[in-house]
């Protein structure tokens, strides 16, 4: 759209940034949006319980609204959604940033792994969030039906299931219902918020300060401790930067300053209010708000939005998984597109399966959202730490930002995530263990992959011959057969190993062949007409490298029917039933050889076993796929 157009209309624009804006509130928020259902509740009724008396209670809700508007607001809605690349955000879309736009090396190996690290408690908190916030909606059934108390596990398990069960469909018609059910939702829990916080007016003066100062002065042992529920309150910060490629910055913005922060602090505050009034409600704030013959509908609405914000987290797992693929962090797996409209629109079986799995091992292992609230911090924390290292690196090396303004911004970033880490430090006995060994666990597995792929790619390239001594030797002595061979390379340079192969054992060669390499970029997305490069090496062959984002799907066919409008730079069109596609199939030998440990050599070699095939992956029709196998030593 033009900037004419732009200027003369206003209301077309305002309309796009209200419908962006309500898909926001629908898709991007229900993490966070779902958090007053139990981060309240654990603060004074969890692992570490606080006095239920004003200053208490006063102080926790000055806590949350400034950890909000500090780590919320000011970190990731204000700073780090600037940081954008190409439009996509997440850890992984940041490294890229950092590694295509950072000339100073000595950032890359220690942000990489950070960088890595954040990813793998991602996974981790993708197994929590589900659990946490079903399980926390579904406990209302307690407060309002206890005779259904026993019935609350088995129901969500059956949620659960549902959930992942329909991935395979795809999410675009469910998801036009998110953002006006998430509307109910904010609407319901600031109404019921309000109402109790206006019979306790003088709960408003928690959005000052001093509360929360004098909350860690009057008992700083207490106060320390709490912050590991307080962090509650903003969980799913990190997931307004993941999925801001969806809706874009200013729509995420919009509904977080006016729609979504207003809400869930008139919830917050009323549930601080009705805790001055009735300390009997501790064990369930969120459901006493609301009188008897509403707790009912409440649940019901509750559940649908913890539903939307396990659905948010599992499509973020699978755009993650996807970005972790094309980066050469994580195996080739099966991917499905359920939409042909929407390239967003990914279904990824392993994943879906794999995290059901591990969703409801965590219910039936901690029981309770109490409980697994104490697991859900330390994912969370560990994440918003690691971004502010990714942050860093952004202001003084991409940005060139003064050290006068950002060390200051920086230190009050590292001073409040290293108090929230520290203080959820203190839960790994309860359960914060979890997510440090999933992440752990995950971090190891992507590493291995990244590190011993790398490994491999160096092995081969050893006894490469030189392509234009391959050519000068072969091209003349062997037999030339009609047809296209296309022989699927990681490296750009030296003889593929199927097509030394095919030569060894076929003795022949095709009139025309390709040494293909696809390649993926720092940048989500490769415009068709910077997808193919080409270079003509004499006697019937030719170089090509074809290029994709990290958010975009590698279609081989595709591509090579719109390179072949080239003409003669590639010798012609590509016709499928003429064109052959050979593939390398690397068995690894684990040896003794300096680079991993045996242990390493031998998950990496499990991982290239199951990986996706290189035919399915890209594409290649089945009937035209020739695979070749060969050793490699790592």
Not at 4 to 10: I, K, L
Not at 358 to 364: F, T
Not at 557 to 567: D, I, Q, S
Request: proline fraction near 5%; glycine fraction near 8%; hydrophobic fraction near 55%.
């Amino acid at each position: 759209m033009s900037p004419e157009h732009d200027q003369h209309h206003p209301h077309g624009r305002e309309a796009a940034l209200w419908k962006l804006g309500l898909g926001a509130i629908g898709i991007v928020f229900g993490d966070i949006g779902t958090s007053p259902l139990y981060a309240f509740r654990e603060t004074f009724a969890g692992h570490h319980p606080l006095a239920l008396d004003p200053p208490h209670i006063m102080g926790v809700i000055s806590l949350m609204f400034w950890s909000m508007m500090i780590v919320v607001t000011l970190k990731y809605v204000t700073l780090i959604m600037r940081a954008d690349n190409k439009g996509e955000g997440g850890s992984l879309a940041l490294l890229a940033l950092i590694n295509r736009e950072s000339g100073q090396k000595r950032w890359t190996a220690g942000i990489v792994i950070l960088g890595v690290f954040a990813t793998a408690l991602f996974y981790g908190d993708s197994m929590i969030t589900p659990a946490v916030s079903v399980l926390s909606a579904v406990e209302g059934l307690a407060v309002a039906a206890p005779g259904f108390s026993n019935w609350v596990q088995p129901i969500v398990i059956a949620i659960l299931v549902f959930l992942f069960s329909i991935q395979r469909t795809g999410t675009a018609r469910v998801g036009a219902m998110f953002g006006p059910i998430m509307l109910i939702y904010f609407a319901t829990i600031a109404t019921l918020g309000v109402i109790s916080a206006a019979q306790t007016p003088e709960v408003l003066w928690a959005f000052l300060p001093t509360y929360a100062l004098n909350f860690f002065l009057i008992d700083p042992v207490a106060a320390f401790l709490a912050l590991g529920s307080v962090v509650l309150a903003v969980t799913g910060a990190e997931a307004l930067y993941a999925d801001m490629g969806h809706f874009g910055r200013k729509p995420i913005r919009f509904s977080w300053l006016w729609f979504v922060l207003p809400a869930l602090m008139c919830n917050y505050m009323g549930q601080g209010a009705l805790l001055m009034r009735d300390a009997s409600a501790v064990h369930s704030p969120f459901y006493f708000l609301a009188p008897e013959y509403l707790r009912l509908p409440l649940v019901g609405i509750a559940t649908m939005a913890a539903i939307i914000a396990s659905q948010a987290v599992i499509t973020g797992a699978f755009s993650v998984t996807q970005q972790g693929i094309q980066l050469g962090f994580i195996p080739r797996l099966r991917i499905s597109h359920t939409s042909a409209d929407t390239a967003g629109q990914i279904y990824i079986p392993l994943i879906n399966w794999a995290l059901m799995i591990a969703i409801i091992l965590l219910v039936l292992t901690f029981q309770t959202s109490s409980n697994l609230t104490a697991a859900y911090g330390i994912a969370v924390t560990g994440a918003m730490l690691i971004d502010n290292f990714l942050i860093a690196v952004v202001l003084f090396t991409l940005w060139k930002w003064k050290k006068r303004y950002a060390i200051p911004l920086l230190a009050v970033f590292f001073l409040v995530d290293l108090a929230y880490f520290a203080a959820n430090l203190t839960k790994v006995p309860d359960g914060g263990w979890f997510p440090l060994l999933a992440g752990i666990a995950i971090f190891t597995l992507l590493t291995t992959w990244a590190k011993g792929r790398r490994l491999m790619v160096e092995r081969m390239r050893e006894g490469a011959m030189p392509i234009k001594v391959f050519i000068q030797s072969a091209a003349s002595s062997a037999t030339r057969v009609p047809g296209t061979a296309v022989f699927m390379t990681s490296t750009p340079d030296g003889v593929p190993h199927a097509l030394l192969h095919n030569l060894k054992h076929n003795k022949v060669l095709h009139e025309r062949v390709i040494l293909l390499t696809v390649k993926i970029a720092d940048v989500p997305f490769v415009p068709d007409e910077k997808r193919v490069k080409l270079d003509d090496l004499g006697q019937g062959f030719h170089r090509m490298l074809m290029f994709y984002g990290f958010m975009q799907e590698a279609d081989v066919p595709a591509a090579l029917k719109e390179a072949g409008a080239c003409g003669t730079a590639c010798g012609g069109t590509f016709n499928m039933m003429d064109t052959s596609f050979f593939l390398s199939r690397q068995t690894l030998l684990a040896s003794d050889r300096p680079g991993m440990h045996i242990w390493r050599e031998k998950l990496f070699a499990w991982m290239l076993r199951n990986a996706e095939s290189a035919m399915e992956f890209f594409r290649l029709p089945t009937n035209r796929v020739v695979e070749l196998g060969s050793q490699v030593e790592i």
